[in-house]
C-alpha cells in the first residue's frame, strides 16, 4: 500500500511539473526536455558503469545537447533545416577521440556512445516538431499534440494494466517482460484507439482517421520502446534504470515508450498529415 501511495504521489507530481513546463512557454519546455535528456544519459551511461565498455561522456552530452538545440531552432523556424549538417562533424569526433582515450573496446566504446545518442537525444530532438508542428503553418509554439502523444501512452499503460491484471492469461513477450500479456495489450490499445475521437475533438486539424492511425502507431511504438529497455534491465541484471523518480525508477523507465513513439509520430505528422 505505502508503495503504491509513493507511486501514485511522484506519478502526480510529475505530471503536473511536465504539464506546467510544457505550457508556460517554449523555454520552460526546453528547460525540461534538456534535464530529462540529461538524466537520461546519465542513466544510460551509469549502465556500463561496472563494464569494460565505456561511452565517452565527455562528448555524449554537448553532442546531445546541441542535436537538441539545432532541432528546437530549426522546428520553431529561426534557422533552416541545413544546419543540422553542421552535426555531423561532432559524430565523426566522437570516432576520433577514442584514439586518445587508450581503452581496450574502442570500437564498442564508439557503438555505446552513438547508441546513446540515436536512442535518447535523436527521439527527444524530434519532440520540438510535435511542439512546432507544420498544422499551423507559421511555426508557432502549440504543445497540443505532445500533450497528445503523452495521454496516448499513459491511456494504453492504464488500459493495458486493468486488462492485463482482469483477463492476461497469454504472456505477451515472456522472455523479457514476464507481466505482460496479450490480453492487455489488445485492451490497452483499444482503449488508447477510443480515445482517438476525443483528441480529434480537442485538435480538429487532424482528422479522425489520423488519430486514430496515430494511436495505433503510438500503442505499438510505444510498447516496443517499453520492451527495448526491458530488454537492457534484464542484460544488466537491474530493475531499475534509477531511483530519481521514487515508485516509478528512474527517466529510463518513465519515459522509455516516448523514446520510441515520438519518432514514429513525427514521420506519420511529416510524410502523411503535413
Do not use: C
Not at 30 to 52: C, D, M, P, R
Not at 136 to 161: E, K, Q, R, T
Not at 173 to 199: D, H, N, Q
Request: proline letters at 4%; charged letters at 15%.
Amino acid at each position: 500500500m505505502k508503495k503504491f501511495i509513493t507511486r501514485t504521489v511522484t506519478g502526480i507530481v510529475l505530471v503536473l511539473v511536465m504539464l506546467t513546463a510544457i505550457l508556460v512557454s517554449p523555454y520552460s519546455y526546453a528547460v525540461l526536455f534538456i534535464l530529462l535528456l540529461i538524466g537520461s544519459l546519465a542513466e544510460f551511461n551509469n549502465l556500463f558503469k561496472q563494464s569494460e565498455i565505456k561511452p565517452n561522456q565527455w562528448l555524449i552530452y554537448p553532442v546531445s545537447i546541441a542535436l537538441f538545440a539545432t532541432s528546437f531552432l530549426v522546428a520553431r523556424g529561426t534557422i533552416e533545416v541545413k544546419y543540422f549538417i553542421g552535426l555531423l562533424p561532432l559524430f565523426l569526433i566522437i570516432m576520433s577521440a577514442e584514439l586518445y582515450r587508450k581503452h581496450t573496446n574502442p570500437v564498442e566504446n564508439i557503438a555505446v556512445s552513438l547508441l546513446g545518442i540515436i536512442y535518447l537525444a535523436l527521439p527527444l530532438s524530434l519532440v520540438n516538431f510535435l511542439v512546432f508542428p507544420d498544422i499551423h503553418h507559421d511555426h508557432s509554439y502549440n504543445p497540443a499534440i505532445l500533450i497528445a502523444v503523452f495521454a496516448l501512452i499513459w491511456i494504453h499503460d492504464s488500459g493495458a494494466y486493468l486488462f492485463g491484471v482482469t483477463m492476461g492469461k497469454h504472456r505477451l513477450f515472456e522472455r523479457i517482460s514476464p507481466k505482460k500479456s496479450w490480453e492487455g495489450a489488445i485492451g490497452g490499445t483499444l482503449v488508447a484507439i477510443s480515445a482517438a475521437w476525443g483528441l480529434a475533438a480537442f485538435i480538429p486539424e487532424i482528422s479522425l482517421i489520423h488519430w486514430i492511425s496515430i494511436s495505433i502507431l503510438t500503442v505499438v511504438s510505444s510498447t516496443f520502446g517499453d520492451l527495448t529497455e526491458s530488454m537492457f534491465k534484464r542484460y544488466f541484471g537491474i530493475k531499475d534504470s534509477g531511483d530519481i523518480l521514487p515508485g516509478h525508477g528512474g527517466f529510463l523507465d518513465r519515459f522509455d515508450s516516448l523514446f520510441f513513439a515520438a519518432p514514429v509520430v513525427v514521420m506519420y505528422l511529416k510524410l502523411v498529415v503535413q
